[in-house]
């Protein structure tokens, strides 16, 4: 099977734009989870998607957005950039949602700079 | 509120010899607790999990760990490293009742000198 991949990997932007992180999760995996890595703050979860409803959210502010498509792809938005979003965004995909504690396979990120 | 607090933020060590990482945690409530790692440029990959049942966990790699719920840490270890376990390990918990959201702890960087 194909791993989790996250488009695109690389990304710069300037304060004020916003951006579109997508992600495709494993074959017949129904959640995603979005995470925030940074040096400062560490690894934080941004919120989780099953079956194309946001099953959780994490502490961020409402600028962050996600969605997830029937084909259980999923994309987050964040809007009106800021220095402090430059970040390694990790997507992580599971069969079944974070209750069932099933393995979480993730993809190598998105290396998100703001200018 | 749960908390992850791993110990080291870097552990050198020489290669075959064994090593112990680090990891307490705080919960109210019952918990499920991961080790992750992470090499250079890459996402997480799940080294070994706890949920209930049996304290030893064995993992992939040749790593276990041990859950302590009196001490509340859950310590990985490794009888003898490779060069190749040089990376960044993630202990994470969850709670196995409520929102089952995943806290991370700050990583440790695991060196492995030859």
């Known amino acids: 099977k194909a791993g989790v991949t996250q488009t695109p990997r690389y990304l710069i932007k300037t304060r004020g734009q916003q951006v579109t992180l997508s992600c495709s999760p494993i074959s017949g995996h129904r959640s995603v989870s979005w995470y925030q890595q940074t040096p400062g703050q560490g690894l934080q979860f941004l919120f989780e998607y099953f079956s194309e409803t946001q099953r959780n959210k994490g502490n961020f502010p409402g600028r962050f957005s996600g969605r997830q498509f029937s084909n259980s792809r999923s994309e987050m938005n964040v809007s009106t950039l800021e220095l402090g979003d430059s970040a390694l965004y990790l997507c992580?995909?599971?069969?079944?949602?974070?209750?069932?504690?099933?393995?979480?396979?993730f993809g190598p990120g998105t290396r998100l700079t703001v200018l | 509120a749960q908390s992850v607090t791993q110990l080291d933020s870097q552990v050198p060590v020489f290669e075959e010899a064994p090593v112990e990482l680090r990891c307490n945690y705080s919960s109210s409530v019952s918990v499920y607790l991961f080790w992750y790692v992470q090499y250079p440029n890459q996402g997480l990959q799940l080294l070994l999990k706890?949920?209930?049942?049996?304290?030893l966990v064995k993992g992939i790699n040749g790593f276990e760990a041990e859950f302590n719920k009196s001490q509340t840490s859950f310590h990985l270890r490794k009888p003898s490293v490779h060069i190749s376990d040089t990376a960044e390990y993630f202990c994470?918990?969850?709670?196995?009742?409520?929102?089952?959201?995943?806290?991370f702890g700050r990583g440790t960087s695991l060196i492995v000198h030859p």
């Open positions: 992580a995909s599971s069969p079944g949602d974070l209750g069932h504690a099933d393995t979480q396979y």
């Open positions: 994470a918990v969850s709670s196995s009742g409520g929102s089952y959201i995943p806290t």
């Open positions: 706890y949920l209930s049942g049996s304290t």
